[in-house]
Nanobody
């Protein structure tokens, strides 16, 4: 079994910063791409940022220049550094990973439970 556990959400004022973390654990053989998604009330879940195993990244236009995704392949952890936060960044943030499980040797897509980020004065 594989679990993704997120941390680091909270309430922050506009212009502030937060750092999200997501640690994968369990019967992991390897982790391919990892990413962060978000879902605001009444909206569909959207990709915020993604990172490949080799470190190539991509970002939603709305967060380019403000957010940075990174990963630690030893700790099986992905991070999202969020700077210059805006009220429109308010959402539940979910991490996502494509993981090869030891028992099956197949790639599965796994999600974290979500962490709330609220940007408000």
């Amino acid at each position: 079994q594989v679990q993704l556990v997120e941390s680091g959400g909270g309430l922050v004022q506009p212009g502030g910063s937060l750092r999200l973390s997501c640690a994968a654990s369990g019967s992991i053989f390897s982790i391919n791409a990892m990413g962060w998604y978000r879902q605001a009330p009444g909206k569909e879940r959207e990709l915020v940022a993604g990172i490949t195993k080799s470190g190539s990244t991509n970002y939603a236009d709305s967060v380019k220049g403000r957010f940075t995704i990174s990963r630690d392949n030893v700790k099986n952890t992905v991070y999202l550094q969020m700077n210059s936060l805006k009220p429109e960044d308010t959402a539940v943030y979910y991490c996502n990973a494509a993981i090869v499980v030891v028992t099956t040797n197949r790639v599965g897509i796994y999600w974290g439970q979500g962490t709330q980020v609220t940007v408000s004065s």
